[in-house]
């Protein structure tokens, strides 16, 4: 069975601490990508990876940075966090090699407050 | 304006009716539209996927593109309870091999019984 893991379904940080949110895969599956979901505005992409140490910019990259040192393993990181990061954080991942790679598969979710 | 425009409801309706869902897009180069339905507190999980225009069937859900008007939607025949979540619309252009999507806003739907 498909399973994408978030390392915290609730974060509580404070402006100008630096956040790490972890998410694993068990599939196996070459992209992995970071969205923010906020109400009226959905899913955005903030970046993703097509393999180990690959990164591309997604369409709301500022004031994040992404690591990849393992395929399982993608990490967003937010350098500097602030009040306009507070936010939903979900992670998917997808396959390349089945011809479906928008078939993506989501965890369930971080709630970040930046307060 | 938004590459993919959803409303965001909410949509109400009692259990056994028809649910429709919609969305509209401007960008001519989508060629994959995908439906994803969210429970509250949890992730996406795709419910429907279509390549190209045409309808697809899958059990009480049946997914529609139209691509010579940019709309896209989904039905829900015999709605029940279960069916609460919100709706999202994804889709994807054909040249995209890494499966990037743009989604919708997503549209809340509430089933009474």
């Known amino acids: 069975d498909v399973k994408v893991t978030q390392s915290s379904r609730y974060l509580v940080k404070r402006t100008g601490e630096k956040v790490f949110l972890e998410c694993v895969q068990d599939?196996?599956?070459?992209?992995m990508f970071w969205y923010r979901q906020d109400p009226g505005l959905g899913l955005r992409l903030i970046y993703f990876?097509?393999?180990?140490?690959?990164?591309e910019k997604g369409d709301i990259p500022e004031g994040y940075s992404v690591s990849r040192e393992k395929k399982e393993r993608f990490s967003l990181i937010l350098e500097s966090a602030s009040t306009n990061q507070t936010s939903m954080y979900l992670c998917?991942?997808?396959?390349?090699?089945?011809?479906?790679?928008?078939?993506?598969?989501f965890g369930p979710g971080t709630r970040l407050t930046v307060t | 304006q938004k590459e993919v425009e959803q409303d965001p409801g909410p949509l109400s309706v009692p259990e056994g009716a028809i649910v429709s869902l919609n969305c509209t897009y401007s960008?001519?180069?989508?060629?994959?539209f995908m439906w994803y339905r969210q429970y509250s507190r949890k992730g996406p999980e795709l419910l429907m996927y279509?390549?190209?225009?045409g309808n697809k069937e899958d059990g009480r859900f049946t997914a529609q593109v139209d691509k010579s008007s940019k709309y896209i939607s989904l039905f829900i025949r015999d709605s029940q309870p279960s069916d609460s979540a919100t709706y999202l619309c994804?889709?994807?252009?054909?040249?995209?091999?890494?499966?990037?999507?743009?989604f919708g806003a997503g549209t809340q739907v509430v089933v009474t019984p």
């Open positions: 279509t390549y190209s225009s």
């Open positions: 960008n001519s180069a989508f060629q994959y």
């Open positions: 994804a889709m994807s252009g054909a040249t995209d091999s890494w499966g990037k999507l743009q």
């Open positions: 998917a991942s997808s396959p390349l090699r089945t011809g479906k790679p928008y078939e993506q598969y």
């Open positions: 599939m196996d599956h070459e992209n």
């Open positions: 990876s097509y393999d180990v140490k690959m990164k």
